[in-house]
């Protein structure tokens, strides 16, 4: 049987949610129903998370797939959900898989191509570029003017722009920073984002290990002190 079949018949299906400070869980049931839990925290999920978690498993459901965002977001956060969803796959002996947080947002729906923008903090950005629910770029990252570009051009080519932050943190003018629309994902949308895919897709995510969504370059930030990494004979600590 396909995994969509196995996933549409499964007995039950945990799906969690922790990439964005509005996290949430959810359980859906052989009949299709989808019960949900949403908290916000900052920095705390470990500690908010496993009360709704406990709640959705008190009446006896044994989960066959545990589905979990990947971000990228709170790098914390991810961690903290991917750490619960295959501590659940364990107990339950089923399946964790990651499914990209970015595919759980209105914007998406329906395949729309998409930009999605992000801080990577230390005056560097992420940026990936979204279509039928599949990456078109791989996320990579770029400095402030690389941004505005790919902003600009996005919207020339009618493609909508989104964050999970509020675009007032990004350095933009003021047009710019209009046509960036907050979204926020959830449970439920990552849940309908796994059946959206195709299968090729699906079995790919299902071999891997479930790991926060790594940006490119391979270090999300600048190291603060580079000449620890140049070595001693190429350059001498500042003073």
């Known amino acids: 049987a396909s995994l969509r079949a196995r996933a549409m018949s499964a007995a039950s299906i945990l799906v969690i949610e922790t990439s964005t400070p509005h996290a949430s869980i959810a359980l859906v049931e052989t009949d299709g129903r989808i019960e949900q839990r949403t908290f916000c925290s900052d920095r705390n999920h470990n500690a908010q998370l496993f009360e709704p978690l406990q ?88 400095d402030a003017a690389q941004l505005k570009a790919k902003i600009a051009q996005a919207t020339a080519d009618g493609v909508a722009v989104f964050s999970f932050e509020d675009p007032s943190r990004f350095p933009l003018t003021e047009n710019l920073s209009a046509l960036v629309k907050i979204e926020i994902p959830d449970a439920t949308r990552l849940w309908q984002a796994w059946l959206n895919v195709d299968e090729k897709t699906r079995r790919q995510w299902s071999t891997e290990i479930p790991q926060p969504l790594y940006l490119k370059p391979p270090h999300i930030t600048p190291a603060k002190r580079p000449w620890l990494v140049q070595g001693a004979a190429e350059s001498s600590p500042p003073h």
């Open 55 to 142: 709640e959705l498993l008190a009446e006896g459901a044994k989960p066959s797939l545990v589905l979990v965002g990947s971000g990228p977001g709170s790098y914390s956060g991810t961690r903290v959900g991917i750490a619960a969803a295959q501590g659940v796959a364990i107990a339950m002996g089923c399946p964790a898989v990651a499914v990209p947080s970015l595919f759980a947002v209105p914007a998406v729906e329906n395949g729309a191509g998409c930009l999605a923008i992000g801080d990577a903090r230390r005056g560097s950005f992420w940026t990936v570029r979204i279509g039928n629910f599949r990456f078109i770029e791989e996320p990579s990252l770029c």
